[in-house]
């Protein structure tokens, strides 16, 4: 079993910058897919980045593709989601998620195995 723990979150202008964090309990999480979902007000989840197993391949949706950047740091277990740029939009519930399986390379949406408890962020326009 993984526990997956968010951090990071909170209140931003509109154009301003956060860093998310995951912490990821268990070992075997550094070999992982990993990556993030948010879910807006009144919006379903949506998948907005993953990581393959050494952060050498990463995967994001148009949405956030050119602002948000995602890393990981293996020996800590932890997984980043850089954002920039933010905007309105942008505002929702962030989900760290891994998937129980070692990908070389990410070509889409991971599947979400795993689920955090989620950080809230809020863009201010």
């Not at 897919?33 to 148009?62: C, I, L």
């Not at 990981?72 to 129980?100: G, H, I």
């Not at 390379?105 to 689920?115: E, I, K, L, Q, S």
């Amino acid at each position: 079993q993984v526990q997956l723990v968010e951090s990071g979150g909170g209140l931003v202008q509109a154009g301003g910058s956060l860093r998310l964090s995951c912490a990821a309990s268990g070992r075997t999480a550094s070999t992982w897919t990993m990556g993030w979902f948010r879910q807006g007000p009144g919006k379903e989840r949506e998948f907005v980045a993953t990581s393959n197993w050494n952060g050498h391949s990463t995967f994001y949706a148009d949405s956030v593709k050119g602002r948000f950047t995602i890393s990981r740091d293996n020996p800590k277990n932890t997984v980043y989601l850089q954002m920039n740029s933010l905007k309105p939009e942008d505002t929702a519930v962030y989900y760290c998620a891994a998937d129980r399986m070692m990908t070389t390379v990410v070509t889409g949406p991971m599947r979400g195995d795993y689920w955090g408890q989620g950080t809230q962020v809020t863009v201010s326009s």
